[in-house]
């Protein structure tokens, strides 16, 4: 069944706050969700499916619905760090198109040093029967795309120069954006000159972590069509796994090269097609090897496709992140994906800033990356319209 | 018994794994191998993912050399590797002893006198057992190991 054109995202609402002093995670996530709502035209009272992952607090969907009162008749906890929002949406469309629901509440939330609370946080990878093979090497976060990042200069001659374009465009959007965590504009220089964390990356090579969330609203097409609110039709989807594979890991591909063709099968576009994406960037690399694996360029040429301001929006060959990111605006909970899929809609409404909006942005794409780039991870892909 | 070079660990070991933390101990790199897949399994475990069956794992010895797949220099630690840096994590691709088999990409470091900067993709490497002894209040002293490996 192809979920084409079977849910709309009709609302759509970010934190405005990146330090968010005095609440709790639970609250922030019922804020969020009362944002998005309200976005859409449609109340706590409405939401009939509600998805949440590893951020949210106690027993995830259970708990965060008697928090905010709600009585789902739907609900989905998928945990693929933070690609899980993007799954999530496929699988909103997915409840929608076989009538489980009408009114998915999708939400995100973090506070520093919150993650790790929930349903799927660190405690849960105690057990893991990876975890005294993989565990005990101090391979932080950053160490394991620093490997990929070395691979795959090593396989195809990409550059530190190039990856710092990544960054530098994520930079020049966020400076447009009053909410983003940083704003001020790097160069190529600045990111080369940051210090090194795990060679080859640089401290400006990697996301920002900061206190924030985010909601979505999937509703189904009679619903999107009595809402006064313009709703975005889900046109495509595709969710990938990669993993350790009994010790053949290749570290130059991602599990975009599954999800993507997935996504843009089910929409019927190719990647030419894409106006605007938002790419998940959680250290530059993941931008470039997500880039490749999803067809906007040949395996082993992202190192090219993203020189000479490629990225930049308005008039960049593929405007990405104009929000800034995760590498500039926001990343709450380690987790991006949500706001990938909020930058998406507000650029398919027109909604964007003036300064980053792309012109008759008709087709989006959004991407998420979870886990580790170096050992296992969930890719989900979301191709989205200005209209059906 | 010299200091480890890097920090090690507490390690659980499961009636899956046991063997190779017990060759370990004993100064060899034991892995499960899958005969009918002609593969090994990595992580240990016991059952092949290839062929879903456990029937026809055994444990073969390897040589304990390889190369390096992929590496970062971390600068510095954290948690319990706040006092370490800069020390290298790797991806060794293990040499496999077996003709037309392909050992497995393993998690790991890369320790010895040689400088960091000699570490480089396709450098050669062999296995160093990094070991140390902890005083455990229950069970007295406790040998732990952990594989790593050093530049040829
Ligand atoms: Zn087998």
């Known amino acids: 069944m192809s979920l084409r054109g079977r849910a709309f995202i009709a609302g759509a609402f970010e934190h405005p706050l990146r330090t968010i002093p005095d609440k709790t995670v639970a609250q922030v996530h019922a804020e969020v969700a009362g944002g998005a709502l309200a976005d859409a035209g449609l109340t706590f009272a409405d939401v009939d499916g509600y998805f949440c992952a590893g951020d949210a607090p106690g027993f995830g969907p259970l708990s965060m619905a008697e928090y905010m009162g709600i009585s789902p008749t739907h609900i989905d906890s998928t945990e693929t760090g933070g690609s899980s929002y993007i799954v999530h949406v496929q699988h909103a469309a997915e409840a929608i198109a076989a009538g489980h629901c009408k009114v998915a509440l999708i939400t995100l939330a973090g506070l520093p040093r919150s ?33 990929a990042a070395r691979r795959h200069m090593h396989e195809f001659g990409t550059t530190s120069e190039q990856l710092a374009e990544i960054k530098v465009a994520a930079s020049t959007h966020a400076q447009h954006n009053p909410n983003a965590f940083l704003r001020d504009v790097v160069t190529i220089e600045e990111v080369l000159a940051s210090r090194m964390v795990a060679d080859p990356l640089h401290r400006l090579a990697g996301c920002v972590v900061p206190a924030g969330g985010g909601a979505l609203v999937v509703v189904a097409p009679e619903i999107a069509k009595s809402l006064q609110r313009h709703c975005i039709p889900v046109l495509g989807t595709g969710t990938g796994v990669k993993h350790v594979d009994n010790g053949r890991i290749d570290l130059t591909h991602t599990a975009a090269v599954q999800s993507g063709p997935r996504a843009f099968a089910e929409a019927g576009v190719s990647p030419a097609d894409i106006d605007y994406a938002s790419i998940y960037d ?51 909970s380690n987790r991006g994906g ?37 050992t296992r991870m969930g890719s989900s892909t979301l191709i989205l319209g200005r209209s059906l | 018994m010299t200091a480890p070079f890097l920090p090690l660990a507490d390690v659980e070991t499961t009636v899956e794994n046991r063997p190779f933390w017990d060759a370990l101990r004993n100064g060899r790199l034991d892995l499960p191998y899958c005969a009918p897949c002609s593969a090994f399994v990595w992580y240990p475990r016991a059952i092949c993912p290839a062929c879903h069956s456990g029937n026809d794992i055994m444990w073969r010895t390897l040589p304990g050399t390889g190369r390096v797949y992929s590496y970062s220099v971390v600068a510095k630690g954290s948690g319990r590797w706040k006092e370490s840096g800069p020390y290298v994590v790797a991806y060794v691709q293990l040499d496999s002893g077996l003709v037309g088999v392909d050992g497995p990409r393993v998690l790991t470091n890369i320790v010895g006198d040689q400088p960091q900067q000699e570490v480089k993709v396709d450098a050669a490497v062999r296995m160093i057992i990094d070991s140390d002894v902890k005083n455990d209040a229950k069970l007295g002293d406790v040998v732990r190991n952990l594989l790593r490996f050093t530049l040829v």
């Open chain 1, 338 to 374: 949500i706001t990938q899929v909020i930058e998406a809609v507000r650029q398919l409404r027109g909604e964007a800033h003036s300064a980053v909006q792309v012109p008759d942005c008709e087709i989006a794409l959004a991407h998420g990356t979870g886990g580790n780039l170096a």
């Open chain 1, 115 to 147: 993650s790790g609370a929930g349903i799927a946080g660190a405690g849960r990878f105690g057990n893991s029967p990876e975890v005294h093979f993989e565990n005990h090497f101090g391979m932080s976060i950053v160490a394991g795309y620093a490997m």
């Open chain 1, 282 to 332: 959680s250290f530059t690399i993941t931008v470039l090897v997500a880039l490749e694996d999803l067809g906007f360029c040949a395996k082993g040429e992202g190192g090219r496709f993203v020189a000479d301001g490629a990225l930049q929006a308005p008039f960049g060959r593929l405007p990405f992140n104009t929000d800034g990111g995760g590498l500039c605006n926001n990343h709450p």
